[in-house]
């Protein structure tokens, strides 16, 4: 157990449709990423906050958005659902902000788009 | 555009004998690099990393080679174990970049 949770775990919806996925980093941990997976990929960054404020930001679709609260946890919100956009979304959380830190992950939310 | 690469998406051990998983990356300016392992239906989970400044990195049954000439880095897991079967996805970040790029993964299966 890594210390991060995500929920839902599964999620089924349809094209067109919007969800909001959560994550709760470690106890302590200030940095928290999203990242994707989707069916024979490798784990795509797609953004980092660092106690509340945007750090970074990868191939994050206009369609996505997330934001850090600030009791630290953190939500993706992903709207106007595609069929490509069925994925493993994995949250990670790690104390700092140095790419040297490691990175504590999640179960991942698994989401199924109809 | 892929800049780490994991190249055999899968491969099978017998148990007592060397696993070496590759990777190879495009970008010069990575300076760190990891190696996770991903269990089903469980977020990856840290092994090993270098840095730039050095050629090897060892932790007990793993240990971690980086080929800065042939942007080529190799993780060797010896003895392989039949818990060791799991997905390996290495990783690389710029100093500064705050992010990981990731590869692929292989799929690694130790035979028992």
């Known amino acids: 157990d890594s210390g991060v949770t995500q929920t839902p775990k599964h999620l089924i919806t349809a094209t067109g449709q919007r969800v909001t996925l959560r994550c709760s980093p470690r106890s302590g941990d200030l940095s928290v990423y999203w990242y994707q997976q989707s069916l024979d990929q490798g784990l795509q960054f797609l953004i980092q906050y660092y106690n509340g404020e945007e750090r970074a930001k990868g191939n994050i679709l206009e369609r996505f958005s997330a934001q850090q609260f600030p009791d630290l946890h953190s939500e993706l919100n992903l709207s106007s659902l595609e069929l490509g956009d069925s994925a493993l979304y994995f949250c990670a959380s790690s104390l700092w902000t140095s790419p040297q830190e490691t990175q504590y992950f999640g179960p991942g939310t698994r989401l199924l788009v109809l | 555009d892929q800049q780490v690469k994991q190249n055999s998406p899968s491969l099978s051990v017998q148990e007592g004998r060397i696993s070496i998983l590759n990777c190879d990356y495009t970008?010069?300016?990575?300076?760190?690099f990891l190696w996770y392992k991903k269990y089903p239906a469980e977020g990856p989970t840290f092994l090993i990393s270098i840095s730039s400044i050095k050629d090897k990195n060892e932790d007990g049954r793993f240990t971690v080679f980086l080929n800065k000439s042939a942007k080529h880095l190799s993780l060797h897991i010896v003895p392989s174990q039949p818990g060791d079967s799991a997905v390996y996805f290495c990783a690389a970040s710029v100093s500064g970049t705050y992010k990981y790029i990731f590869g692929t993964g292989t799929r690694l299966k130790v035979l028992a």
């Open positions: 970008n010069s300016m990575f300076d760190y």
